[in-house]
């Protein structure tokens, strides 16, 4: 496990860890001890809490940006197709339809994202309606963005998603 200058410090301070304890402690699991297994489903949890206390948070995870608002919004965003899907509202969790495991990651999207005019806006698939949400923390959001499409190889992030019928092909 690589804990990254800028991730919060295991700790559990709050602080960044590059300003709490690089240098000073070294964490590594126990001895005998797996790493911690990272998923999206764990990640989605702790957005989700993160959000009904109604704390902002931006983080990049591969090719997804989770983040949550001081108005205890939270969403799931991943950037190859900008697909959206929100995981909490005014502090309240929503459920998300995922399917995880160590091949694949199936989400059931629910909407289109992009960031304009420096403002935050989806437009949901079931009726095309789009909607502006202020206050959501959109630098945050496309520096995350910007970070993660400099991070991967182009042709890399264009084969992210299967087709309908090459997943079809791999169900059978």
């Not at 495991?101 to 629910?110: A, C, G, R, S, V």
Request: hydrophobic share 35%; glycine share 6%.
């Amino acid at each position: 496990m690589k804990i990254g200058r800028n991730d919060p410090c295991p700790c559990g301070s709050g602080q960044k860890y590059k300003k709490c304890c690089q240098g000073k402690v070294d964490f590594k699991p126990a001895t005998g001890q797996a790493a911690p297994q990272v998923t999206l489903k764990s990640e989605i949890d702790k957005l989700q809490e993160i959000a009904v206390k109604k704390e902002k948070m931006v983080k990049p995870l591969g090719v997804f940006v989770l983040f949550s608002t001081e108005a205890g919004d939270a969403w799931l965003l991943e950037i190859t197709d900008m697909d959206a899907v929100q995981v909490a509202d005014k502090g309240s969790k929503i459920a998300v339809d995922l399917d995880e495991n160590p091949e694949t990651i199936e989400i059931n999207w629910t909407h289109h994202f992009t960031v304009r005019n420096k403002q935050f806006v989806t437009t949901a698939y079931a009726d095309n309606r789009e909607v502006v949400w202020p206050g959501y923390p959109t630098h945050s959001i496309f520096a995350a963005i910007q970070r993660i499409r400099k991070k991967f190889p182009k042709e890399l992030l264009n084969s992210i998603h299967l087709q309908e019928s090459e997943a079809a092909a791999e169900q059978q």
